[in-house]
């Protein structure tokens, strides 16, 4: 994508610009209130108190004809710049691109997004923003699947009573009047986190105008930790802002900054940086990990310790005295008793101190400010303030908590409370009861996505518009200032955050685009041109945040961390409970989003729900019979954990490489009022969480309670049995034999001339381009925007947990993992397995009806229409990427995904009609009901097919990209029939996962080029190909993994496990080769054969 | 009086009474009682036993079709299947069925080619059962592909999209072998049945069955021209089934042998499916004759010897079959491909390995007790032991299909499969379908040659003092 600079508007840009008829040409009031209410004929039958699917359909119905009929009406009515074409460039069916952004906590994730005739259909990442590479994080990837969610909240309600909008509306307008006689007493509200400047400045004006109001926010997974303890520390209102790209040594203390933390998607990129090597003499940097559960970041550490989450403030204190800081807080009675503990945490304040200024130590947002400012005050020693971590100005929040708010709300003080988003009847600390006390207010109103938990105990409910629905802004991490465009109309009528803080502040304008123009104006100056600019562009250039100058405080810092308590060290009776966001609900907003609850998590691969964690010691020492049989049937126990009286019960499962006496709780799933995707998923941790314990805490007791659980996972086997299937190596393992990936390689048969030649070099010749793919195992972290990316582009439907244990999810490009070494303190390593696009392809001789070919560009193609469902191109496949379409998933109803889906239309009715007579109306409806139907087909990208039942489908590298491409190049070529992408010059498109990769891990490109980033990767010395000796010849092949562990370690292992595992069954590789050698003929026969003809004797 | 009809032809000496061959036909039964026992089962009143098993089998072939139905309906995802397991119980089915299918060809053909007499008593009811069964088996190609309304697709058929059948794939090669030795197979044995047929014709009492039999026997007189003829083409369609025999089960073994999976691409796969085949298909023969002799009262043409000498190729079969077992441990260990190695001993000793010791005991072990001539002479201990024959067959394919699939090259694949009750009612519900029809032929058509079995007994000559119509009245 290009930088394009936008034409000048050619309209004026005062008066009418359209009108659609003469009462609207004449303005009259009437017309205006026309205008105002969006669905004059279906909205009467809105007040009776008609069922829910009724109104469903009125909506779905009218939404079909705004959508599809008169497409136009649906586009916001504001003037939105699209990205690299201009709007009176219209051409029907060819996409358009608009920036914006999607708003996060603290931050946002600047996007572009594309819209197929007025439906945004997939997201992508901003490149051009200063602070991103293109990418987004799955999150991102998937929220696009919220707008057409089927259950999101689509109606103003009072006390469970459907009103018109403008009921709402004149509320709000009277609620403002009544603040502003009384200055705001009583008035109170719970929001969000927010980046927002314009929310900032409503907020200002309405504090101004009612000073009474009481301002409260609260978030179940909060990261302002970071700022808060930055704050203490340097006594300003700071925000860290990592460089890992910058660190040599970085020390990660409970801090899952690949994963669970915020912007981890912007972590990724600067970490990886660090990992991206060429030659053996590059430098790689090394991650030092502490944690209490398996996360993202513990698995690409090169050392990893495993300690509870109490222990953690130890360890740092140990890591602080260790490298000598000037700061002497108290040693608490509680010290870290182990040994091997203390060594490795010497060892790494050694490699600390060796790389001063270039170091980094950070610390999760679960860790309490006491660890933050310790992590402060010994990065300030290591002299890494302002090097590796920079402190970015940012607005100092005078908020109060939810318990403050908990408590106004006992004491009778709040008369209005205004909720915009947050769900706190379902997350809320369990100790405030929140549902009684937010019903002690008078009257409540909130804005909220869904009508869940929350909605039951208000008085007004308001549907919240998507971000792609509404106008807002933002600041990304770096503070730069993005907008946030709408790219459709919200879908059924609902209002943003702005608007309703602006309606009661009875401000003039209301429109969240006035408001953020205004906003805008007040930073950027205002002027049509400029505001243009940002809107096409996506940032404001030169926005960023400047870094601060900043001076550690220890007196301050000291005085925080001497009044932390310490927690007791955990026993397998005194279990210490840890909460986590989920990777893929995350604090259970997406709870009812299919894809990310399809999401294997990257860890477990579990997917559909929320489990128990427990080391596999703790589980042994519990008594606890896990079994894994691996056929498919993975039942677990189902036990009771109980803590500070309160008690849940869910599904446990082993997490190797845990720390033990350990139970890791992932919050977001147990929801009771969620929509047809999230029903029944998981149990609710929010019931044990309460104000003091909300990230962990020791004094927990599980108990089995006799009965099992049926999990679904998408990987049932962990280890690599020995197989080079991942190719890795120490630093000074390749810096010996940089060839060491290939030495892996197992003997090929000795194909001296084929018995008749390839058919497809023939063709090859006739090919314009060779497309192929190379994906850097050192970079992939294992994040997964991959997968949600190609799921989004390529159309993927879900498939439900019922068929997730079948094995029959869809999923195009899957990450493979691989634990290896103990199950204490395992090694995982990640490889995104897809489609390898064989020369030599297996799948495609086996297919009876030609229905799987091979193009002359390279790929391996399928055509559906084609296709018999025969399923040997599968069998025959040795990766196993192909995806069977065993029902018809994408007309499955969302209602059936939970359970076996085994109801025949011969025999079965949905909305009251018979399904057969239903298919025979409308074959591509399916089975579904109206209402998701309508919503869910237009999230669909239109230039890939949606696949039918019984056709076998996989990863295409983007064909459609690629078509694409060629077709923009031919018409640029125009005579001069030059049509040949090129890299240089831009024109090779990006696949959607390659696009998605926050790593840079997956490259695409023209292997025929000699110069193409591809090509220099695949002739890159640790290039290798899973399953070398079939002769399959992938154009998808590998980088091999190089880690790097530091010798002086305590847990130093001279091999990775996996090649450990690998030499042991065949034999060391490296042994008798030195320098290029190449397939490694002659390895098994030299150390690997006697021991395998024992093994196979038996 | 045998002995006496050869030492006069002959004039040799006749051979010592322990080496004489028995009589294909014991009990020196004249040449009209033969026509009588046989047409018999055919012609007198429903035995109650027939309801007995026809009702069952047609409530299981209604089942089949039920099952049919819903597949689909709704599509195969109602099987166990799952990835990396894309093929199950209708492929395992598929290959079983037409295994059994070989045994009624090979009797008819091959060992006709060889001069086999004692094939006569057994070989009309074998072919049967080897098209019912080729029926069942080629139930299951059609049904599991995923869209079952483009299963015509397979065939070359010209279309205006130029887009012809991929010539490579095996499964290709399956659709004409099956079909081309279900022609054969229907033709050879319609072929067979001509003059039985103008029996049968000549025997009615009724208009109805006199018109019926009457067309189906082509107007069979059996004058010397006709029998000329019928002999002539019936040498012919014998040599063109005995390399069918050898091929289908071939072409079904390369589906396997053709693919890169270790445990299926594995050169010894033709020949081996070929005594499998017949190993099982003699297996069945046994499991249908041993009582229908009994409930038909044909013990006196399908005697002892006839069971012993089936049991004798079944024992021969199911030692290839066992030294094949044994091979494809060895080629694992010599090939050092780990790959392969690793999908053995995964086969005997993972988490199917109970599947693997069953086909082991059943196929391997169980024909060895045929060594034992009191075992080969006891029609009980032979019934039970044809069906664990057939048991271990079926898990043989099971082994096959399953076991290699399920765990391959990528451990991140690795998984279980089960079948589900609709995999487990259709395979069923081919039961139905195979004994309906096989209950039908045994009710309408003669299950035994008649000719055949008069030809090859010494009665059949004028003089003999029992041929001829001198007794037994008719032809």
């Known amino acids: ?327 002497a807080p108290e040693v608490g009675p509680r010290q870290l008793d182990d040994e091997k503990a203390s060594e490795w945490i010497s060892k790494c304040a050694e ?497 009876p009806v030609n229905a799987t070919s091979h193009d002359e560009e390279g790929l391996n193609v399928m055509t559906y229409n084609r296709c018999v469902g025969t399923r040997y191109c599968s069998n025959n496949c040795p990766y196993k990427v192909r995806r069977f379409n065993f029902f018809d998933y994408n007309k499955l109803p969302l209602d059936k995904l939970v359970g076996p889906v085994y109801n025949t239309p011969l025999a079965h009715a949905t909305d009251g009609e018979w399904d057969l007579v239903r298919w025979f109306k409308n074959p591509d409806q399916g089975f579904r009901p109206a209402d998701e139907w309508e919503l869910l087909k237009l999230v669909k990208n239109p230039d890939v097919t949606v696949r039918m039942r019984g056709v076998m489908e996989k990863c295409s590298l983007c064909l459609q990209r690629i078509e694409q491409a060629k077709i923009a190049q031919k018409v640029k070529a125009g005579p001069s029939g030059d049509i040949k992408l090129k890299e240089s010059e831009g024109t090779v498109p990006q696949t959607a996962c390659q696009q998605a990769c926050p790593a840079e891990a997956i490259v695409f490109g023209d292997v025929s080029d000699a110069e193409s980033r591809v090509s220099k990767l695949k002739a890159l010395e640790r290039d290798y190909t899973v399953l070398d000796f079939l002769l399959t010849k992938p154009r998808t092949t590998y980088l091999a993994r190089v880690r790097n562990p530091n010798p002086a370690m305590p847990d130093y292992q001279e091999w990775p496990l996996s090649t450990k595992e690998f030499t042991e069954q065949n034999g060391n590789p490296f042994e008798h080769h030195e320098g290029g050698h190449g397939a490694g003929h002659d390895e098994p026969h030299a150390s690997g054969k006697p021991e395998s003809a024992g093994k196979g004797a038996d | 009086m045998a002995e006496a009809v050869i030492a006069s032809s002959l004039k040799l000496q006749p051979p010592p009474p322990e080496l004489a061959r028995q009589p294909l036909v014991s009990n020196q039964r004249p040449i009209g009682w033969i026509s009588d026992a046989v047409a018999g089962v055919a012609e007198g009143k429903t035995p109650k036993w027939w309801w007995y098993a026809f009702i069952p089998s047609v409530l299981m072939l209604t089942m089949l079709g039920a099952m049919i139905l819903y597949l689909m309906s709704k599509g195969v995802g109602i099987w166990g299947l799952g990835q990396p397991i894309m093929w199950g119980w209708a492929i395992i089915n598929f290959v079983w069925w037409i295994g059994i299918g070989h045994a009624g060809t090979l009797i008819s053909a091959i060992l006709f080619l060889l001069r086999q007499r004692w094939r006569t008593a057994v070989n009309r009811a074998a072919e049967a059962m080897t098209i019912f069964a080729v029926m069942c088996a080629g139930i299951f190609p059609l049904i599991h592909i995923g869209r079952i309304w483009f299963g015509w697709w397979l065939l070359p058929l010209p279309n205006a999209n130029s887009i012809w059948p991929q010539f490579r794939s095996p499964l290709m090669w399956d659709v004409f072998a099956v079909s081309t030795y279900f022609t054969v197979s229907v033709l050879f044995w319609y072929m067979g049945l001509i003059p039985d047929l103008a029996v049968m014709r000549d025997r009615a009492r009724t208009k109805l069955r006199k018109c019926a039999y009457g067309l189906f026997a082509l107007g069979w007189t059996g004058s010397n021209r006709h029998w000329s003829n019928y002999e002539r083409a019936y040498l012919i369609l014998a040599g063109l089934s005995t390399p069918l025999v050898l091929s289908v089960h071939s072409i079904v073994s390369l589906d396997f042998s053709v693919s890169q999976l270790p445990g299926w691409h594995t050169t010894i796969f033709p020949p081996y499916f070929v005594a499998g085949a017949i190993f099982s298909g003699f297996g069945m023969v046994l499991t249908l004759l041993i009582p229908l002799r009994k409930v038909c009262k044909l013990e006196d043409v399908i005697t002892v010897r006839h069971v012993e000498l089936m049991c004798k190729v079944t024992l021969a079969t199911g030692s290839i079959v066992g030294y094949a077992y044994a091979m494809e441990f060895f080629i694992a260990w010599y090939s050092g491909n780990p790959y392969e190695r690793f999908t053995f001993i995964n086969r005997a000793f993972g988490p199917y390995g109970w599947a693997y010791w069953i086909m082991i005991s059943c196929n391997v072990l169980t024909p060895q007790f045929f060594w034992f001539k009191r075992i080969r002479t006891n029609m009980l201990i032979v019934f039970i032991l044809s069906i664990f024959v057939n048991i271990g067959m079926w898990f043989e394919r099971f082994v096959i299909v399953v076991t290699s699939l399920h765990r391959e090259f990528l451990p991140s694949n690795w998984s279980y499969y089960s079948p589900t009750w609709v995999d487990v009612c259709t395979y069923l519900g081919t039961f139905g379908l195979f004994f309906t029809f096989f209950l039908l032929f045994i009710r309408f058509v003669p299950l035994i040659a008649i000719a055949e079995v008069k030809a090859v007994t010494p009665q059949a000559d004028p003089h003999h003092p029992l041929g001829g119509a001198k007794e037994g009245g008719h032809p």
């Open chain 1, 1 to 327: 994508m290009s930088k394009t600079i936008p034409p000048s508007c050619p309209e004026p840009e005062t008066g009418q610009k359209y009108w659609r008829s003469l009462s609207h040409l004449a303005d009259t009031p009437e017309f205006r209130q026309w205008v105002e209410r969006e669905f004059p004929s279906g909205a009467s039958e809105l007040s009776d108190p008609v069922t829910r699917r009724h109104f469903v359909k009125i909506m779905s119905a009218s939404f079909l004809l705004a959508g599809f009929g008169l497409s136009g009406c649906r586009r916001p009515e504001e003037k939105i710049l699209p990205f690299g074409k201009a709007p009176e460039n219209y051409i029907h069916g060819a996409p358009q691109f608009f920036a914006t952004a999607m708003p996060t906590r603290g931050s946002a994730i600047p996007l572009v997004v594309k819209s197929n005739d007025g439906r945004p259909t997939k997201i992508e990442g901003n490149a051009l923003h200063p602070d991103s590479n293109g990418a987004s994080d799955h999150y991102a990837q998937a929220s696009i699947l919220n707008v057409y969610d089927p259950d999101r909240a689509m109606r103003f309600v009072r006390n469970g009573n459907i009103v018109k909008r403008e009921a709402a509306l004149d509320f709000l307008g009277e609620l403002s009047k009544k603040s502003q006689a009384d200055g705001g007493q009583g008035l109170c509200f719970l929001l969000e986190r927010s980046s927002s400047p314009s929310r900032a400045r409503l907020r200002k004006l309405i504090s101004d105008k009612f000073p009474k109001a009481r301002w409260f926010v609260y978030e179940p997974v909060d990261f302002d930790v970071h700022r808060q303890a930055a704050s203490v520390a340097f006594g300003k209102s700071a925000k860290p802002y990592f460089k890992f790209d910058e660190a040599k040594a970085i020390v990660s203390l409970d801090c899952d900054f690949i994963g669970g933390e915020e912007d981890a998607y912007l972590h990724i990129r600067r970490f990886t940086k660090g990992r991206k090597i060429e030659k053996p003499t590059d430098a790689v940097n090394r991650l030092y990990a502490v944690e209490a559960l398996f996360t993202l970041t513990g698995a690409n550490a090169d050392h990893r310790l495993r300690l509870p989450s109490s222990a953690v403030e130890l360890a740092v204190k140990l890591l602080g005295t260790k490298i000598s800081w000037q700061f």
């Open chain 1, 351 to 847: 490699d600390l101190l060796k790389n001063r200024g270039r170091s980094l130590v950070i610390a999760g947002h679960r860790q309490p400010q006491s660890v933050h400012l310790m992590v402060h005050a010994i990065n300030a020693a290591l002299g890494n303030i302002g090097k590796t971590v920079v402190f970015l100005d940012a607005p100092e929040a005078k908020e109060e908590t939810i318990a403050d708010l908990a408590q106004a709300l006992n004491s009778g003080q709040v008369e209005t409370l205004v909720m915009l988003g947050g769900n706190p009847v379902y997350n809320a600390p369990a100790d405030l009861s929140w549902a009684r006390a937010q019903r002690k207010a008078k009257t409540i109103v909130r804005l909220g996505y869904y009508e869940d938990e929350t909605a039951e105990f208000c008085d007004w409910h308001l549907p919240l518009a998507h971000y792609l629905e509404s106008w807002g802004d933002a600041r990304t991490a770096d503070g730069t200032l993005v907008p946030v465009q709408p790219l459709i109309e919200p879908l059924f009528g609902g209002i943003s955050e702005l608007e309703v803080l602006a309606r009661i502040g009875g401000l003039e304008k209301v429109k969240p685009y006035d408001i953020v123009r205004e906003t805008y104006g007040g930073i950027a100056g205002d002027g049509e041109d400029n505001w243009k600019r940002f809107l096409h562009d996506g940032f404001l250039p030169g926005s960023a945040a400047k870094p601060v100058e900043v001076q550690f405080n220890a007196n301050a810092a000291a005085t925080v961390i001497g009044a932390a308590k310490p927690v007791a060290a955990s026993t397998k009776d005194t279990l210490e409970v840890v909460f986590h966001r989920n990777y893929k609900v995350d604090d259970g907003r997406y709870n009812n989003n299919g894809w990310l609850q399809e999401l294997p998590d990257p860890i477990t691969k579990l997917v559909w729900e929320n489990v128990i964690l427990l080391s596999p010691k703790t589980a042994k020492d519990l008594r606890l019979d896990v079994r894994n049989n691996e056929n498919n049937k993975l039942y677990v126990p189902l036990v009771r954990i109980e803590f500070d009286g309160r008690e849940i019960v869910g599904p446990v499962w082993v997490q190797p490489g845990q720390a033990d006496n350990v139970v890791g709780l992932a919050l977001g799933y147990g929801r009771e009022k969620t929509g047809r995707v999230g029903r029944g998923s998981g149990y609710d941790a929010y019931r044990l969480r309460t104000t003091k314990a909300l990230h962990f805490a020791g004094g927990a007791k599980l108990t089995p309670t006799g009965q099992t659980h049926q999990l679904a996972t998408t990987q049932d086997h962990g280890a690599m049995e020995g197989r080079p299937i991942i190719r890795e190596a120490n630093l000074e393992q390749f810096q010996k034999n940089p060839r060491f990936a290939r030495a892996m390689d197992l003997e090929k048969p000795p194909v001296v001339s084929p018995l008749y030649s390839n058919p497809l070099d023939k063709l090859k010749e006739k090919g314009l381009h060779q497309w192929g793919m190379s994906i850097d195992l050192n970079s992939c972290v294992g994040c997964s925007a991959c997968m949600l990316a190609c799921q989004s582009e390529n159309n993927v439907p879900i498939v439900g947990k019922d068929q997730v244990t079948r094995n029959r999810e869809m999923h195009w490009i899957r990450i493979d993992r691989y634990f290896t070494g103990s199950p204490e303190d395992p090694q995982m390593i990640t490889q995104p397995m897809l489609c390898q696009h064989c020369e030599a392809a297996p799948c495609e001789n086996v297919c």
